[in-house]
């Protein structure tokens, strides 16, 4: 869910803009990778929590659960680990976007692209 066909995502980054031409740069070889080994649509996960705090009425769908992060190394290290049963007797400390709203998604990064970047004042 919440992907963009990679073909369309490039157009965007051809916007000529600054932001996009950064994406692009910091991007291309995890864009690369996914294409080759995740399917046919790109994946920007920190787009999508960005969308949902600048505009959190897009979500749809959102959970409340038990989060801990995995500090130990035991198992794993800086795993986020969710209580989705509830079994472990944790309050809940944390709500997760399961989906939001994809043409508004689609909307504000594709503004983000196209956006020149502002000048201190």
Request: aromatic fraction near 10%; proline fraction near 4%.
């Amino acid at each position: 869910a919440h992907g963009f066909p990679h073909a369309g995502f490039e157009q965007w980054l051809r916007t000529g803009s600054p932001r996009a031409t950064f994406y692009d740069s910091i991007s291309r070889k995890t864009r690369e990778w996914a294409g080759d080994r995740r399917g046919d649509r790109w994946h920007a996960a920190d787009a999508l929590a960005m969308a949902f705090a600048l505009e959190p009425d897009g979500a749809t769908e959102v959970e409340a659960r038990p989060v801990a992060v995995e500090l130990d190394g035991r198992h794993t290290r800086g795993a986020t680990v969710v209580d989705w049963r509830r079994e472990g007797g944790a309050p809940d400390n944390c709500r997760i976007l399961l989906a939001y709203e994809q043409s508004r998604f689609e909307r504000l990064m594709q503004a983000a692209l196209a956006a020149e970047v502002c000048q201190g004042r």
